[in-house]
Protein backbone atom coordinates (compact mmCIF):
# COMPACT_ATOMS: atom_id res chain seq x y z
CA UNK A 1 0.00 0.00 0.00
CA UNK A 2 1.65 2.93 -1.06
CA UNK A 3 1.31 6.19 1.09
CA UNK A 4 1.20 9.89 -0.38
CA UNK A 5 3.87 12.03 0.40
CA UNK A 6 3.63 13.62 4.21
CA UNK A 7 3.65 17.01 2.48
CA UNK A 8 0.97 16.06 0.02
CA UNK A 9 -1.16 15.05 2.91
CA UNK A 10 -0.44 18.47 4.75
CA UNK A 11 -1.88 20.80 1.50
CA UNK A 12 -5.15 18.19 1.60
CA UNK A 13 -5.35 18.72 5.37
CA UNK A 14 -4.50 22.87 5.25
CA UNK A 15 -7.27 22.80 2.34
CA UNK A 16 -9.88 20.78 4.27
CA UNK A 17 -9.66 23.48 7.19
CA UNK A 18 -10.15 26.35 5.35
CA UNK A 19 -13.49 24.77 3.88
CA UNK A 20 -14.37 24.72 7.45
CA UNK A 21 -13.26 27.57 9.17
CA UNK A 22 -15.27 29.24 5.64
CA UNK A 23 -18.06 27.00 6.16
CA UNK A 24 -18.31 28.07 9.84
CA UNK A 25 -17.68 31.91 9.25
CA UNK A 26 -20.40 31.96 6.64
CA UNK A 27 -22.57 29.98 9.32
CA UNK A 28 -21.91 32.74 12.15
CA UNK A 29 -22.15 35.73 9.80
CA UNK A 30 -26.01 34.15 8.97
CA UNK A 31 -26.37 33.67 12.43
CA UNK A 32 -25.27 37.28 13.35
CA UNK A 33 -27.56 38.63 10.53
CA UNK A 34 -30.30 37.16 12.00
CA UNK A 35 -29.53 38.19 15.62
CA UNK A 36 -29.57 41.88 14.52
CA UNK A 37 -32.78 41.71 12.75
CA UNK A 38 -34.11 40.15 15.54
CA UNK A 39 -32.73 42.43 17.86
CA UNK A 40 -33.93 45.55 15.74
CA UNK A 41 -37.40 44.87 15.89
CA UNK A 42 -37.38 42.95 19.36
CA UNK A 43 -36.19 46.49 20.96
CA UNK A 44 -38.95 48.31 19.07
CA UNK A 45 -41.13 46.59 21.86
CA UNK A 46 -39.87 47.10 25.56
CA UNK A 47 -41.59 43.88 27.48
CA UNK A 48 -44.76 45.26 29.76
CA UNK A 49 -44.53 43.82 33.12
CA UNK A 50 -47.31 46.11 34.62
CA UNK A 51 -48.97 48.66 32.97
CA UNK A 52 -47.74 51.83 34.91
CA UNK A 53 -44.45 50.03 35.66
CA UNK A 54 -42.05 52.71 34.82
CA UNK A 55 -44.14 55.27 36.48
CA UNK A 56 -43.83 56.35 40.30
CA UNK A 57 -46.52 59.01 40.68
CA UNK A 58 -49.95 57.89 41.64
CA UNK A 59 -52.01 60.91 39.26
CA UNK A 60 -51.26 59.07 35.77
CA UNK A 61 -52.26 61.31 32.58
CA UNK A 62 -54.92 60.25 29.61
CA UNK A 63 -53.04 62.03 26.58
CA UNK A 64 -55.63 63.33 24.01
CA UNK A 65 -53.93 63.63 20.99
CA UNK A 66 -56.02 65.20 17.92
CA UNK A 67 -55.10 65.51 14.31
CA UNK A 68 -56.57 68.33 12.77
CA UNK A 69 -56.96 69.88 9.81
CA UNK A 70 -56.46 73.28 10.98
CA UNK A 71 -58.38 74.28 13.60
CA UNK A 72 -60.62 71.86 15.89
CA UNK A 73 -64.38 72.67 14.94
CA UNK A 74 -65.71 71.04 18.02
CA UNK A 75 -63.66 72.96 20.26
CA UNK A 76 -66.99 74.01 22.09
CA UNK A 77 -68.12 70.30 23.04
CA UNK A 78 -64.33 69.49 23.98
CA UNK A 79 -64.52 72.63 26.37
CA UNK A 80 -67.41 71.31 27.92
CA UNK A 81 -65.84 68.04 28.58
CA UNK A 82 -63.05 69.15 30.03
CA UNK A 83 -64.54 71.85 32.28
CA UNK A 84 -64.10 71.32 35.91
CA UNK A 85 -61.45 68.35 35.56
CA UNK A 86 -58.25 68.46 37.24
CA UNK A 87 -55.80 69.11 34.71
CA UNK A 88 -53.78 66.80 36.28
CA UNK A 89 -55.50 64.10 35.01
CA UNK A 90 -55.24 64.71 31.27
CA UNK A 91 -53.13 66.22 28.59
CA UNK A 92 -54.15 67.94 25.61
CA UNK A 93 -51.74 67.68 21.97
CA UNK A 94 -52.73 69.35 18.72
CA UNK A 95 -51.15 68.17 15.46
CA UNK A 96 -52.64 70.70 12.69
CA UNK A 97 -51.23 72.98 9.63
CA UNK A 98 -47.39 74.32 9.85
CA UNK A 99 -48.00 77.64 11.91
CA UNK A 100 -51.32 77.33 12.91
CA UNK A 101 -51.48 78.60 16.64
CA UNK A 102 -54.22 78.38 18.96
CA UNK A 103 -54.82 80.81 20.85
CA UNK A 104 -57.84 83.46 21.94
CA UNK A 105 -58.67 84.07 18.20
CA UNK A 106 -58.51 80.73 16.69
CA UNK A 107 -60.74 78.50 19.16
CA UNK A 108 -63.35 78.89 21.35
CA UNK A 109 -61.49 76.77 24.40
CA UNK A 110 -58.95 77.43 26.65
CA UNK A 111 -58.08 73.61 27.32
CA UNK A 112 -56.08 74.02 23.75
CA UNK A 113 -54.07 77.34 24.04
CA UNK A 114 -50.91 77.15 22.51
CA UNK A 115 -51.59 73.12 22.29
CA UNK A 116 -50.23 73.02 18.86
CA UNK A 117 -47.02 71.26 17.79
CA UNK A 118 -44.36 73.14 17.06
CA UNK A 119 -42.73 70.67 14.33
CA UNK A 120 -45.74 70.02 12.58
CA UNK A 121 -45.89 68.97 8.84
CA UNK A 122 -48.19 69.10 6.11
CA UNK A 123 -50.66 65.98 6.17
CA UNK A 124 -52.29 64.43 2.61
CA UNK A 125 -55.20 62.26 3.51
CA UNK A 126 -54.05 58.44 2.13
CA UNK A 127 -49.97 59.25 2.61
CA UNK A 128 -47.85 58.24 4.88
CA UNK A 129 -47.41 61.74 6.12
CA UNK A 130 -50.54 60.87 7.71
CA UNK A 131 -48.96 58.24 10.27
CA UNK A 132 -45.52 60.47 10.58
CA UNK A 133 -48.04 63.13 12.04
CA UNK A 134 -49.28 60.60 14.79
CA UNK A 135 -45.56 59.61 15.39
CA UNK A 136 -45.39 63.19 16.23
CA UNK A 137 -48.05 63.36 18.75
CA UNK A 138 -46.89 60.36 20.62
CA UNK A 139 -43.10 61.62 20.79
CA UNK A 140 -44.60 64.58 21.93
CA UNK A 141 -47.24 63.34 24.73
CA UNK A 142 -44.06 60.65 25.45
CA UNK A 143 -42.37 63.51 27.24
CA UNK A 144 -44.43 63.94 29.90
CA UNK A 145 -43.87 60.78 32.26
CA UNK A 146 -47.13 61.28 34.06
CA UNK A 147 -48.65 60.36 30.44
CA UNK A 148 -49.52 56.48 30.35
CA UNK A 149 -52.65 56.73 28.43
CA UNK A 150 -52.28 58.06 24.54
CA UNK A 151 -56.22 58.18 22.77
CA UNK A 152 -55.92 59.60 19.21
CA UNK A 153 -58.97 61.50 17.67
CA UNK A 154 -59.95 63.01 14.76
CA UNK A 155 -60.93 66.95 14.90
CA UNK A 156 -64.62 65.52 14.39
CA UNK A 157 -64.61 62.68 17.27
CA UNK A 158 -66.67 63.58 20.28
CA UNK A 159 -66.91 61.85 23.38
CA UNK A 160 -70.04 59.98 24.52
CA UNK A 161 -69.08 59.57 28.50
CA UNK A 162 -68.35 62.37 30.64
CA UNK A 163 -64.16 62.62 31.13
CA UNK A 164 -64.11 60.75 34.59
CA UNK A 165 -66.19 57.81 33.04
CA UNK A 166 -63.59 57.59 30.11
CA UNK A 167 -60.42 58.24 32.68
CA UNK A 168 -61.35 55.11 34.56
CA UNK A 169 -61.93 52.97 31.80
CA UNK A 170 -59.16 53.18 30.02
CA UNK A 171 -56.51 53.77 33.04
CA UNK A 172 -58.29 50.72 34.43
CA UNK A 173 -57.07 48.15 31.33
CA UNK A 174 -53.33 47.02 31.09
CA UNK A 175 -53.89 46.72 27.57
CA UNK A 176 -54.46 48.59 24.43
CA UNK A 177 -57.22 49.09 22.14
CA UNK A 178 -56.14 48.79 18.59
CA UNK A 179 -58.45 47.88 16.32
CA UNK A 180 -56.49 44.47 14.46
CA UNK A 181 -58.00 42.11 11.81
CA UNK A 182 -56.63 39.66 9.10
CA UNK A 183 -58.12 40.70 6.03
CA UNK A 184 -58.51 37.40 3.75
CA UNK A 185 -59.39 39.20 0.70
CA UNK A 186 -56.80 42.24 1.31
CA UNK A 187 -55.41 43.50 -1.79
CA UNK A 188 -53.09 46.18 -0.11
CA UNK A 189 -50.23 44.13 0.86
CA UNK A 190 -47.45 44.48 -1.71
CA UNK A 191 -44.36 41.45 -2.31
CA UNK A 192 -42.32 44.48 -1.92
CA UNK A 193 -42.63 44.67 1.82
CA UNK A 194 -42.00 40.98 2.00
CA UNK A 195 -38.07 41.08 3.26
CA UNK A 196 -39.31 43.45 6.15
CA UNK A 197 -42.96 42.63 6.31
CA UNK A 198 -44.23 39.10 6.61
CA UNK A 199 -47.30 38.46 4.55
CA UNK A 200 -48.57 36.97 7.33
CA UNK A 201 -48.06 39.58 10.21
CA UNK A 202 -50.00 42.75 7.81
CA UNK A 203 -53.31 43.49 9.70
CA UNK A 204 -55.72 46.43 9.23
CA UNK A 205 -58.26 48.21 11.34
CA UNK A 206 -58.98 51.63 12.03
CA UNK A 207 -56.68 54.61 13.04
CA UNK A 208 -58.24 55.98 16.33
CA UNK A 209 -56.69 54.12 18.35
CA UNK A 210 -56.05 54.20 22.32
CA UNK A 211 -52.27 52.89 24.00
CA UNK A 212 -50.62 52.02 26.77
CA UNK A 213 -47.23 54.06 27.30
CA UNK A 214 -44.62 51.12 26.00
CA UNK A 215 -46.93 50.79 22.56
CA UNK A 216 -46.51 54.34 22.04
CA UNK A 217 -42.59 53.72 22.75
CA UNK A 218 -42.79 50.80 19.73
CA UNK A 219 -44.66 53.82 17.26
CA UNK A 220 -42.25 56.58 18.27
CA UNK A 221 -39.08 54.29 18.26
CA UNK A 222 -39.93 52.31 14.86
CA UNK A 223 -36.55 52.85 12.40
CA UNK A 224 -37.78 49.62 10.25
CA UNK A 225 -41.26 49.60 9.56
CA UNK A 226 -42.31 52.85 8.81
CA UNK A 227 -39.55 53.37 5.86
CA UNK A 228 -41.36 50.28 3.94
CA UNK A 229 -44.59 51.83 4.91
CA UNK A 230 -43.39 55.04 3.28
CA UNK A 231 -42.02 53.50 0.07
CA UNK A 232 -44.32 50.95 -0.87
CA UNK A 233 -47.54 51.27 1.22
CA UNK A 234 -49.14 54.33 -1.25
CA UNK A 235 -53.02 55.15 -1.88
CA UNK A 236 -53.87 55.18 -5.69
CA UNK A 237 -54.65 58.22 -7.22
CA UNK A 238 -57.94 59.10 -8.58
CA UNK A 239 -59.56 56.64 -10.64
CA UNK A 240 -59.54 57.84 -14.64
CA UNK A 241 -56.36 59.92 -14.24
CA UNK A 242 -53.11 59.54 -16.09
CA UNK A 243 -51.54 58.63 -12.83
CA UNK A 244 -54.10 56.15 -12.44
CA UNK A 245 -53.50 53.98 -15.31
CA UNK A 246 -49.79 54.13 -14.78
CA UNK A 247 -49.94 53.28 -10.70
CA UNK A 248 -51.83 50.23 -11.43
CA UNK A 249 -50.28 49.21 -14.83
CA UNK A 250 -47.11 49.25 -12.64
CA UNK A 251 -49.06 46.32 -10.83
CA UNK A 252 -49.18 49.02 -7.46
CA UNK A 253 -51.30 48.42 -4.26
CA UNK A 254 -53.81 50.44 -3.31
CA UNK A 255 -52.95 50.73 0.61
CA UNK A 256 -53.82 53.09 3.13
CA UNK A 257 -50.94 53.55 5.34
CA UNK A 258 -52.62 54.80 8.64
CA UNK A 259 -55.43 51.54 8.59
CA UNK A 260 -52.10 49.37 8.60
CA UNK A 261 -49.26 50.90 10.22
CA UNK A 262 -49.73 50.76 13.68
CA UNK A 263 -51.60 47.24 13.75
CA UNK A 264 -48.85 45.50 11.72
CA UNK A 265 -46.17 47.18 13.75
CA UNK A 266 -47.39 45.92 16.94
CA UNK A 267 -48.27 42.71 15.58
CA UNK A 268 -44.51 42.34 14.18
CA UNK A 269 -43.29 43.00 17.74
CA UNK A 270 -45.25 40.01 19.26
CA UNK A 271 -47.58 42.55 20.91
CA UNK A 272 -51.09 41.25 20.03
CA UNK A 273 -51.61 39.93 23.66
CA UNK A 274 -51.29 43.07 24.97
CA UNK A 275 -54.15 44.76 22.60
CA UNK A 276 -57.96 44.42 23.36
CA UNK A 277 -58.23 43.99 19.12
CA UNK A 278 -61.16 46.62 19.13
CA UNK A 279 -60.69 50.81 19.05
CA UNK A 280 -63.12 53.00 21.32
CA UNK A 281 -64.24 55.42 18.26
CA UNK A 282 -67.21 54.32 16.85
CA UNK A 283 -67.46 54.98 12.86
CA UNK A 284 -70.27 54.02 10.46
CA UNK A 285 -69.27 53.56 6.60
CA UNK A 286 -70.53 54.72 3.16
CA UNK A 287 -70.81 51.53 1.48
CA UNK A 288 -73.15 52.43 -1.15
CA UNK A 289 -70.51 53.36 -4.17
CA UNK A 290 -69.36 51.04 -6.77
CA UNK A 291 -66.66 48.32 -5.81
CA UNK A 292 -63.89 50.58 -7.44
CA UNK A 293 -65.92 53.40 -5.50
CA UNK A 294 -64.94 51.96 -2.37
CA UNK A 295 -61.12 53.13 -2.59
CA UNK A 296 -62.07 56.58 -1.50
CA UNK A 297 -65.03 55.34 1.25
CA UNK A 298 -65.52 58.21 3.87
CA UNK A 299 -67.49 58.13 7.09
CA UNK A 300 -70.63 59.07 7.55
CA UNK A 301 -71.38 62.38 9.06
CA UNK A 302 -73.83 62.74 12.46
CA UNK A 303 -75.81 65.86 11.87
CA UNK A 304 -78.61 67.56 13.91
CA UNK A 305 -80.98 65.60 12.82
CA UNK A 306 -79.58 61.87 13.32
CA UNK A 307 -77.53 63.01 16.38
CA UNK A 308 -80.48 62.69 18.83
CA UNK A 309 -80.53 60.76 22.18
CA UNK A 310 -82.20 57.82 20.47
CA UNK A 311 -78.50 57.20 18.22
CA UNK A 312 -76.13 57.99 20.53
CA UNK A 313 -78.35 55.54 23.28
CA UNK A 314 -78.15 53.00 20.27
CA UNK A 315 -74.44 53.51 19.90
CA UNK A 316 -73.45 53.40 24.05
CA UNK A 317 -75.55 50.05 23.77
CA UNK A 318 -73.39 48.05 21.39
CA UNK A 319 -71.58 45.15 23.34
CA UNK A 320 -69.49 43.35 20.71
CA UNK A 321 -68.03 43.86 17.27
CA UNK A 322 -67.79 41.01 15.16
CA UNK A 323 -64.89 40.67 12.58
CA UNK A 324 -66.51 38.84 9.58
CA UNK A 325 -62.86 38.08 8.10
CA UNK A 326 -61.72 35.48 11.39
CA UNK A 327 -65.32 34.84 12.20
CA UNK A 328 -64.40 36.49 15.33
CA UNK A 329 -66.13 38.45 18.20
CA UNK A 330 -64.80 40.72 20.05
CA UNK A 331 -66.51 41.13 23.47
CA UNK A 332 -66.09 44.35 24.49
CA UNK A 333 -63.93 44.34 28.03
CA UNK A 334 -61.65 46.74 30.56
CA UNK A 335 -59.58 45.06 32.91
CA UNK A 336 -61.27 41.81 32.14
CA UNK A 337 -65.19 43.78 33.40
CA UNK A 338 -67.63 43.99 30.22
CA UNK A 339 -67.73 47.65 29.00
CA UNK A 340 -69.66 49.30 26.46
CA UNK A 341 -67.66 49.24 23.25
CA UNK A 342 -67.49 52.87 22.39
CA UNK A 343 -66.24 55.86 24.34
CA UNK A 344 -66.20 57.96 21.34
CA UNK A 345 -67.72 58.46 17.88
CA UNK A 346 -66.99 60.55 14.28
CA UNK A 347 -67.53 62.23 12.40
CA UNK A 348 -69.51 65.04 13.89
CA UNK A 349 -71.13 68.35 12.55
CA UNK A 350 -71.01 71.45 14.46
CA UNK A 351 -74.88 71.20 14.73
CA UNK A 352 -74.91 67.89 15.90
CA UNK A 353 -71.65 68.21 18.54
CA UNK A 354 -74.26 71.67 19.65
CA UNK A 355 -77.40 69.02 19.80
CA UNK A 356 -74.74 66.96 22.09
CA UNK A 357 -73.64 69.76 24.95
CA UNK A 358 -77.50 71.13 24.53
CA UNK A 359 -79.12 68.08 25.37
CA UNK A 360 -76.79 66.57 27.57
CA UNK A 361 -76.43 63.69 25.54
CA UNK A 362 -72.59 63.03 26.47
CA UNK A 363 -74.15 62.18 30.20
CA UNK A 364 -72.98 61.68 33.66
CA UNK A 365 -71.16 58.37 34.78
CA UNK A 366 -72.20 58.43 38.08
CA UNK A 367 -74.39 55.37 37.33
CA UNK A 368 -71.92 53.57 35.21
CA UNK A 369 -69.43 51.43 37.16
CA UNK A 370 -66.24 50.06 36.15
Not at 166 to 177: A, C
Request: charged letters at 25%; one cysteine or more.
Amino acid sequence: MTRKPASRRGVVWLGWKLVIAFSVSLCLLALLRIQLQYRSVATLAPPLSVALRDYSGDRPKVAFLFLARRDLPLDFLWDSFFKGVDQANYSVYVHSVPGFVFNEETTRSQYFYNRQLNNSIKVIWGESSMIAAERLLFASALEDLSNQRFVLLSDRCAPLYDFGYIYRYVISSPRSFVDSFLHTKETRYSVNMSSVIPEEKWRKGSQWISVIRSHAEVIVNDGIVFPVFKKFCKRAPPLGSQEAWLFFRQNRRNCIPDEHYVQTLLTMCGLENEMERRTLTYTVWNVSGSKYETQTWHPVTFTFENSGPGQIKEIKKIDHVYYETESRTEWCKADSKPVPCFLFARKFTEGAAMRLVKEGLIGSSKNITL
